[in-house]
């Protein structure tokens, strides 16, 4: 897929694609690199997060939805904000009481100025 980081700090993350290797057949981004790129953004912004504050754990995919938006005709971004803080607290909690966390974080695909998609994935984390 050719992901590069662009920013990576526990405040949020963003992951860039070239468009040549994501190609469908219709000269556009392929959905499932634009799917691929907006999970891992996700993982990776709950990782980093996780890692700043505590050992890494297990971090897993439990449920994503993907809505496309627009055509991606260039390279395309992720970007994934911190969750708010009451969903943080409410996450840090049932890891630390259950040694397992649930939370749905949020990610944006931009290309060319253009939101093209919006993903919403759920993310377990476990001790």
Known sequence: MGVRVVALDPTGVTLCAPLTPNLNHEATAFGGSTSALA???GWTQL?????SI???RRIVIQRSAV????????E????AAAPPQHEWERFMAQLD????GRIVIRVDVLSN???????????????
Do not use: M
């Open 39 to 41: 999970i891992l953004t």
């Open 47 to 51: 990782y980093a997060r996780l890692w």
């Open 54 to 56: 505590t050992e890494p």
């Open 67 to 74: 809505q496309f938006l627009a055509p991606i005709v260039g």
């Open 76 to 79: 395309f971004c992720a970007t």
């Open 97 to 100: 009481q259950h040694g397992k």
């Open 113 to 127: 100025g253009v939101r093209a998609a919006a993903f919403e994935g759920k993310y377990v984390a476990v001790k």
